[in-house]
Nanobody, 124 residues
Framework: QVQLVESGGGLVQPGGSLRLSCAAS????????IGWFRQAPGKEREGVSC????????NYADSVKGRFTISRDNAKNTVYLQMNSLKPEDTAVYYC?????????????????WGQGTQVTVSS
């Protein structure tokens, strides 16, 4: 069974940090670009970051540049999103996805496999 499972979400104060994990089962992540997306209440899902299949290339949304870092450990079939200096506007459900984007690395349609999401809440 092909599955992506996110973990590491939670409640954190502004300025704090969280590390999200995305673990795959039933398939290997080696051949896929992995993206992190988020969806806040009442808003559309947006791309946050993505990493190429071998980890040599990364992309970040402007809103998280300098604060978030994406990485992958193909040996563990896992991708991580380190989130520092968190802000209340980072509050959302965070999803990881696997795909082979050809045009837009932050387009939902480019990703075939999705996790169920993990809630991140930034609040004092």
């Amino acid at each position: 069974q092909v599955q992506l499972v996110e973990s590491g979400g939670g409640l954190v104060q502004p300025g704090g940090s969280l590390r999200l994990s995305c673990a795959a089962s039933g398939f290997t992540l080696d051949y896929y670009v992995i993206g992190w997306f988020r969806q806040a209440p009442g808003k559309e899902r947006e791309g946050v970051s993505c990493v190429s299949s071998l980890g040599e290339s990364t992309n970040y949304a402007d809103s998280v540049k300098g604060r978030f870092t994406i990485s992958r450990d193909n040996a563990k079939n896992t991708v991580y999103l380190q989130m520092n200096s968190l802000k209340p506007e980072d509050t959302a459900v965070y999803y990881c996805a696997a795909g082979r984007p050809m045009v837009d690395v932050f387009s939902d349609y480019e990703y075939a496999f999705w996790g169920q999401g993990t809630q991140v809440t930034v609040s004092s």
